[in-house]
């Protein structure tokens, strides 16, 4: 039931590009992504609904493909700002009102 | 002023003790909700409410007890406290209609049970 998240972890050096990848065994009606900085909360990046879209906003964004049940997140010439652990969440499609979460991707940046 | 507000910020106590976590929410969301944060970073929820009502009652140790008095607020309570709940709670709210209904957490309670 809990969304696989890929990699665990990345390093890379500023202004290299990311993939995270989220993929579930249930149909899905959503997913979400968090950015969650050490010792802070999670913060909300965007959220992606059943029909198959793509947003983004500034260099990151991310696709949902509704019949793999999976979704992308990608991070553009990444900046410092970037590190922290991202996680994806999913609803199913019965609306169960209840985000499950990932087990996160650490991703570092290095100057 | 804070969204989700969590208080306190730190707890420190010992085992079989009771303790409370509160939280309020600002931003007139309909649904609130309480996760568990474990040292490995897994965030696993607890409980949902929705004005008010409980809606999600994860399989959670009956020692937890969750109340929300309006909407804005939902407060735990943990019974005989265990090492085991050593962990950050994180209080988070949505407004569940709308195509952005993402969550908002509040700044987390860490835990610590001796």
């Known amino acids: 039931q809990q969304p696989v998240q890929s990699p665990q972890a990345v390093i890379l050096r500023e202004g290299e590009d990311a993939v995270i990848n989220c993929s579930s065994s249930k149909a899905l009606y959503s997913v979400h992504w968090y950015r969650q900085k050490h010792g802070e909360a999670p913060v909300f990046l965007m959220i992606l609904l059943k029909g198959g879209e793509q947003k983004g906003h500034d260099k990151i964004s991310a696709s949902f493909n509704e019949k793999k049940q999976q979704s992308s997140l990608y991070l553009t010439a990444s900046q410092l700002s970037y590190s922290g652990t991202y996680f994806c969440?999913?609803?199913?499609?019965?609306?169960?009102?209840?985000?499950?979460f990932g087990k996160g991707t650490r991703l570092h940046i290095l100057p | 002023d804070t969204a989700v507000s969590q208080t306190p910020k730190y707890l420190v106590t010992q085992m079989g003790n009771d303790k409370s976590i509160k939280c309020e929410q600002n931003?007139?969301?309909?649904?609130m909700y309480w996760y568990k944060q474990d040292s490995k970073k897994f965030l696993k929820i607890m409980f949902s409410?929705?004005?008010?009502?409980?809606?999600i009652n994860e399989t959670v140790p009956n020692r937890f007890s969750p109340k929300s008095p309006d909407k804005a607020h939902l407060n735990l309570h943990i019974n005989s406290l265990e090492l085991g709940d050593s962990a950050v709670y994180f209080c988070a709210s949505s407004q569940d209609m709308g195509p952005n209904y993402g969550y908002t957490f509040g700044s987390g309670t860490r835990l610590t049970v001796v």
């Open positions: 969440g999913t609803e199913r499609v019965n609306r169960d009102d209840k985000i499950i």
């Open positions: 409410y929705n004005n008010k009502e409980l809606i």
């Open positions: 931003l007139g969301h309909d649904t």
